[in-house]
């Protein structure tokens, strides 16, 4: 059984990409050490795997994020809502984001598919999935009224499962930038192909998914926050592997 050879050239575009994004987001206070490290090795698989494509799609979500999480932080921080002392995001934080998409990047590259639509499809949804949710829960918090999804009964802003008109329009638009920023990079010559709505469509699904958990397994502490957020963001991309088989 032959296996897809690795590019060394773009390996090596790879590792520099990694180690100096790893530095920098370490160096301000973005990631912890334990969080650099994950990074490095998430977009190393990703990167090395499945393209240089999906690296940068990688990248700007991890942007989008920490930029979410800064945002009005001050705010957040007195009353206690904030991402880790001052927004900084630890190992396990990175993997609940990325073990998703490097598990897709892997399966990807051993069937020899890196370069396939449907990958490339479920690995944007994937990532639009944690987008929405990370913009939905950093920005939803500022929101003075926030409603438990299962029940409609009014919870404090922050609560698991609570939503708010804030928090749903954040996620509806990290979902459609995510899915837009991933596919004009992923597939640079399809750019008006109708099948970006499938991701939209799944960030904005996951991040509802992410919510119901939270209300039922995640408040009863059957999941961790961040278990919720590995299976929303698998949920998302293989619902999108779904609808695109069943499209084409």
């Not at 007195?78 to 998409?101: D, M, S």
């Not at 799944?202 to 961790?224: F, H, K, P, Q, W």
Request: net charge neutral; glycine share 10%; with cysteine.
């Amino acid at each position: 059984m032959s296996y897809p050879m690795i590019d060394l050239e773009s390996l090596a575009i790879v590792f520099l990409l990694c180690i100096v994004l790893a530095i920098l987001s370490y160096q301000f206070g973005l990631l912890t050490a334990s969080g650099a490290v994950s990074s490095f090795a998430v977009g190393m698989i990703i990167g090395g795997l499945g393209s240089i494509g999906w690296l940068v799609t990688l990248i700007v979500f991890t942007f989008m994020g920490f930029f979410v999480t800064k945002f009005r932080f001050q705010l957040k921080e007195k009353r206690g809502l904030q991402e880790g002392k001052k927004g900084e995001r630890t190992y396990r934080n990175v993997l609940a984001n990325g073990l998703i998409p490097t598990i897709v990047a892997v399966l990807a590259f051993t069937l020899g598919e890196q370069d396939a639509e449907l990958a490339g499809l479920a690995f944007i949804s994937a990532i639009s999935v944690a987008a929405s949710d990370t913009a939905a829960s950093e920005l939803g918090v500022l929101s003075p009224k926030a409603y438990l999804i299962t029940t409609g009964r009014r919870v404090p802003p922050g609560t698991d499962g609570g939503v708010s008109a804030l928090g749903t329009a954040s996620c509806i638009l990290a979902a459609a930038v995510a899915s837009l920023t991933g596919w004009i990079i992923i597939f640079p010559h399809n750019i008006l192909d109708p099948l970006l709505l499938i991701p939209v469509t799944m960030g904005v699904t996951g991040c509802m998914i992410d919510s119901v958990i939270g209300a039922t397994l995640e408040r009863r502490g059957y999941v961790t926050k961040l278990g919720n957020n590995m299976i929303s963001m698998a949920i998302g991309a293989l619902l999108a592997a779904i609808i695109y088989l069943a499209l084409v």
